[in-house]
């Protein structure tokens, strides 16, 4: 089986090429990378180590997808993944529409002309903001919980956020395009006669991964306290109490072999939640006890800058995949956290190379 993977070098994408080779010896992966992530270039060598051939092209560019050779499944882990970008002085909003929406329908007629399926890598943050930041939250262990008393939006309850719940806007510029791809992704795959799967992801995290908060607050938070680098608690009074769930990228891998293998005309649900779940969630606060028993304490500014498009608790429900798919995570987030610490410790200023 050949597979297609883009932003193959970012952590998401080679940790996924990797583990595949892993699995599937005689997969034949390879993928496309632009390189904008600062340290994606490090990891082409260890994919071309293990016979993973990358292209060098942007998705955006029509023309760069000529030279890809035929795939039977397309992986697409390509995105700007910055809940704020477009909004935070950095980044253009035009810019981000065409990572994530045009490159996204570039992709889709490449799937068009090989009849190659599609498996999209969306997220959380396609989500209603308004109700989860509504939600009434008590402090249990310097994290927010749901009240499990109180009358829930349909689709939420203490297990976490599931498929039913609201997209309707806002969800962010950066949510709005991934919910658009996810749609079009969707229309394509039914006109064109391709199968196509949309794995909704919480917070990927592992070793790897790059030190920047927009590509993952866990390891940002753990290679900054190794390289003693000033944090921030931002939002909801500076207490550090906001909670996301933690995925690492090869709890993945279970659940792609069974999408490859199941049938065009499969009537199981095309979208699905997939997550570390309400077992797998740390507030920042937490995070900073444990870096501070792995390292050494650290002092984090407490702020009282308050942004938009945060909310305090974002926990995906997975019951569905595991309904389906037979499908839930084995990668406990203490082996994650403990997976990133390793990885810091071995390398030096990563996060000034994530940022440059």
């Known amino acids: 089986m050949k597979i297609f993977i883009t932003g193959i070098c970012g952590f998401v994408g080679s940790t996924i090429a990797l583990s595949l080779i ?19 270039w490090l990891n082409k060598p260890l994919l071309e180590e293990r016979g993973i051939k990358v292209f060098y092209g942007d998705i955006r560019q029509a023309n760069d997808l000529e030279v890809i050779p035929r795939a039977d499944w397309l992986i697409d882990a390509a995105a700007n993944p910055s809940v704020l970008a477009g909004v935070d002085g950095k980044t253009s909003s035009s810019q981000l529409v065409q990572y994530n929406l045009s490159g996204t329908t570039n992709l889709l007629e490449y799937c068009k002309k090989y009849q190659a399926g599609f498996i999209l890598l969306s997220t959380s943050r396609v ?17 927010f919980t749901p009240y499990a008393n109180q009358p829930f939006p349909v689709g939420i309850s203490v297990s976490g956020v599931s498929e039913t719940y609201s997209t309707t806007p806002p969800v962010s510029l950066y949510g709005s395009t991934k919910f658009c791809s996810e749609h079009i992704s969707l229309e394509y795959g039914l006109t064109y006669q391709f199968p196509v799967w949309i794995n909704r992801c919480g917070v990927m995290a592992g070793a790897g991964q790059f030190g920047h908060p927009g590509q993952g607050i866990f390891a940002y938070w753990i290679h900054s306290f190794k390289e003693k ?15 996301r769930d933690c995925l690492h990228p090869k ?27 309400v077992e797998n969630c ?19 500014e407490h702020t009282h800058i308050e942004r938009p498009f945060d909310i305090p608790w974002m926990v995906l429900d997975s019951m569905l995949a595991e309904e389906i798919w037979d499908w839930k995570p084995t990668i406990k987030i203490e082996n994650v956290l403990t997976e990133i610490a390793l990885f810091a410790e071995t390398k030096k200023d990563w996060c000034k190379i994530s940022a440059s």
């Not at 989500?127 to 994290?143: G, H, K, R, T, W």
């Not at 507030?283 to 650290?298: I, V």
């Open 22 to 40: 892993e699995h599937f010896p005689n997969y034949e992966v390879f993928g496309i990378d632009n390189f904008v992530r600062s340290g994606s």
């Open 127 to 143: 989500y209603s903001i308004p109700a989860l930041s509504s939600l009434q939250m008590q402090v249990q262990n310097e994290a």
């Open 229 to 243: 680098q000033p944090l921030k608690y931002i939002g909801f009074g500076g207490t550090g109490y906001q909670v």
């Open 251 to 277: 709890d993945l891998i279970s659940l792609l072999d069974k999408q490859f293998k199941e049938p065009f005309e499969s009537k199981k649900p095309r979208l699905i939640n997939v997550s570390g779940g």
């Open 282 to 300: 740390r507030s920042l606060a937490q995070l900073t006890d444990w870096c501070g028993l792995r390292f050494k304490p650290m002092s984090v």
